[in-house]
C-alpha cells in the first residue's frame, strides 16, 4: 500500500470514520508493519487531543421552551386553516364568475343560443341548412347525402383480376 | 403533545449540548448561543413536516443552526476571535493539548468548523456534507488536512520538548 492511501486510511480511523471491516483490515495491517503502525499512533495521538480539547467546553443546555413551540404550533395551525379556507373561497369564487360569464342555455325551448343559431341558419344557402335539431332525421339525411360518392362518376372495371376505379362522367 | 413535538423534545436532549457548544464557539457569545439554539428548535417547529423528509435530523437541526449564527454575525457584525473560540487551557491538561488547542486556534475557519461538526458534534461525514452543503469528497479532504495540521503541531512539539 502507498503511503498516501494508507495516510488517508488511518487518517479516517483516527476521526472515526472507517467502517467496522475496513477497520479490523487496517488493524491486520498494521500488526504487520510497525511504521505505519507509528503513524497511525501520531494520527490518533492528535485527534484524541483535539477531540478533547474540543469537548472540553461541554455545559448544561437550557430546558427546551416547549410552550413556546406548541404556541408556534397552534399559530401555524390556524395559519394553514386561514390558507385553506382562502384557497376554498377563491375556488368558489372562480367557479361563480365562470358560471355566470359562460353561454346560457334557454332550456324553455331546448335550443342551445337559439336566435343566433336561426341567424346562421338562414344565412346557408337553403340546401345546406340544418332542418330542426340536432339529432332530428332530416339533418342527418342531409349529411348523408352531403358525405355520399358523387353519382355523376363511373365505375371502369375491365378484368376480374384487376382492382375496379372511379372514372370520369357517364 | 403531538408526536412531531415529542420527537423534536427527544432530539433536544439529545442533540442540544453539541449543538449549543458548536453555536457558542461560532457566536462567542453564551447567551447568544442559548437564544440561538432555542430559535433554531422554533423554527424546526416551523418547518415540521421537512423534518420526516430530512435523511438525518441531526444534519438537519445543525443546517439550521448554522443558518441562523450565519445571519446572527452577519447581523451582529460579530467577528470570531480565536482565542475565545477555543476554550481556555486548564490547570490539568493532557500533553499535546496546548499545541492542540493553539493549532485548532490556527486553523482556517472552513476547516475548523468541519473538524469541530466531526470531532465535537459526532456528525458523520455524510451528515457534515449535508448541513455545509459540500460533497463528501471536501469533508473527507477537509478532515485530512486539518488533522495533517494537528498532527504537525504535536509533532513540532515533541521536537521541541526532544
Avoid at chain 1, 344557402?125 to 332542418?131: D, G, S, T
Avoid at chain 2, 416551523?46 to 435523511?55: E, I, M, T
Avoid at chain 2, 457534515?128 to 452543503?133: E, N, S, T
Wanted: charged fraction near 25%; include cysteine.
Amino acid at each position: 500500500m502507498d503511503n498516501e492511501t494508507l495516510d488517508r486510511l488511518l487518517m479516517d480511523r483516527a476521526l472515526g470514520g472507517l467502517s467496522a471491516d475496513v477497520e479490523a483490515l487496517l488493524a491486520a495491517y498494521l500488526a504487520q508493519v510497525p511504521d505505519a503502525a507509528t503513524r497511525a499512533g501520531e494520527f490518533q495521538t492528535a485527534a484524541d487531543a483535539a477531540r478533547r480539547v474540543l469537548r472540553s467546553d461541554r455545559s448544561t443546555v437550557p430546558q427546551p421552551a416547549v410552550m413556546r413551540w406548541q404556541e408556534v404550533e397552534r399559530t401555524r395551525r390556524r395559519l394553514r386553516m386561514l390558507r385553506q379556507g382562502l384557497w376554498a373561497a377563491a375556488i368558489l369564487i372562480l367557479g361563480v364568475g365562470l358560471g355566470l360569464m359562460w353561454p346560457r342555455t334557454d332550456y324553455h325551448s331546448g335550443t342551445l343560443g337559439a336566435s343566433a343559431t336561426a341567424r346562421n341558419e338562414a344565412a346557408l344557402p337553403p340546401e345546406r341548412r340544418l332542418i330542426g335539431d340536432f339529432w332530428s332525421a332530416p339533418r342527418l339525411y342531409q349529411q348523408a347525402r352531403r358525405a355520399a360518392v358523387p353519382t355523376h362518376t363511373r365505375l371502369i372495371w375491365h378484368s376480374a383480376v384487376n382492382r375496379p376505379q372511379v372514372g370520369g362522367a357517364l | 403533545m403531538d408526536q412531531v413535538l415529542s420527537r423534536l423534545e427527544r432530539l433536544y436532549h439529545e442533540v442540544g449540548p453539541g449543538l449549543l457548544a458548536y453555536l457558542h464557539r461560532r457566536l462567542a457569545d453564551r447567551h447568544a448561543a442559548e437564544d440561538l439554539l432555542q430559535e433554531t428548535f422554533l423554527t424546526a417547529v416551523r418547518g415540521r413536516d421537512r423534518l420526516s423528509q430530512a435523511v438525518s435530523a441531526r444534519a438537519w437541526l445543525y443546517a439550521i443552526a448554522r443558518n441562523l449564527a450565519a445571519t446572527a454575525i452577519r447581523r451582529r457584525r460579530l467577528n470570531e476571535s480565536l482565542p475565545e473560540n477555543v476554550p481556555a487551557a486548564s490547570a490539568y491538561e493532557q500533553p499535546h493539548q496546548e499545541a492542540i488547542r493553539a493549532a485548532i486556534a490556527e486553523l482556517p475557519d472552513v476547516l475548523r468548523e468541519t473538524l469541530e461538526l466531526r470531532l465535537r458534534c459526532e456528525l458523520t461525514y455524510e451528515e457534515i456534507a449535508a448541513v455545509l452543503d459540500i460533497p463528501v469528497g471536501t469533508v473527507r479532504s477537509r478532515l485530512h488536512l486539518a488533522l495533517r495540521r494537528l498532527r504537525a503541531a504535536v509533532r513540532g512539539q515533541e521536537e521541541d520538548q526532544g
